[in-house]
């Protein structure tokens, strides 16, 4: 883990998914077959990356916890600008402090557990308004959390 400044506000497109944690398991991996299936990111126009960000907010109780429900928008980095396709959603992650755990490259099946890991930690003033997994074509997967 290493502690980043997010000094401007990441703007994404993409799809959304209402769920939350008890219905996680079920509900996310058919929300990633559908972003893979319908090929989400190339209908994102203007796209600054072809960097997959899938961004967990709206958290109905922001600012203090991840219970209840939340939004996970799957997309794409775009201009604030920038229009949105039919059928899709816009959400900012503001600026902010940000932890960033690492998790292997390539290893999506590493994620879950990496999650788990995060949310045990009680060290972390977690703000619970915008968390992120960045996904680059190396294979690098990133999840940043805001602090």
Same mark, same amino acid.
């Given at each position: 883990m290493y502690m980043e400044p997010l000094t401007q506000a990441i703007h994404v497109? %993409?799809?959304e998914l209402r769920t939350s944690n008890l219905e996680a398991m079920q509900?996310?991996?058919p929300h990633w077959q559908r972003f893979s299936a319908e090929g989400v990111l190339g209908q994102i126009t203007g796209r600054l990356s072809d960097e997959v960000y899938a961004v967990y907010t709206h958290f109905e109780n922001? %600012?203090?916890?991840?219970? %209840?429900?939340y939004s996970l928008v799957i997309g794409a980095a775009v201009p604030a600008s920038a229009c949105v396709p039919? %059928?899709?959603?816009?959400?900012?992650?503001?600026?902010s402090k940000r932890a960033v755990f690492a998790v292997e490259p390539g290893r999506q099946d590493l994620v879950g557990p990496k999650?788990?890991?995060?949310w045990a930690r009680t060290d972390l003033p977690k703000t619970?308004?915008?968390?992120?997994?960045r996904y680059s074509p190396d294979g690098t997967i990133q999840i940043s959390i805001g602090l």
């Open positions: 497109v %993409g799809i509900t996310i991996p922001a %600012g203090s916890n991840n219970q %209840g429900l039919p %059928g899709m959603v816009r959400v900012v992650v503001p600026a999650w788990m890991e995060i619970y308004i915008a968390e992120f997994e």
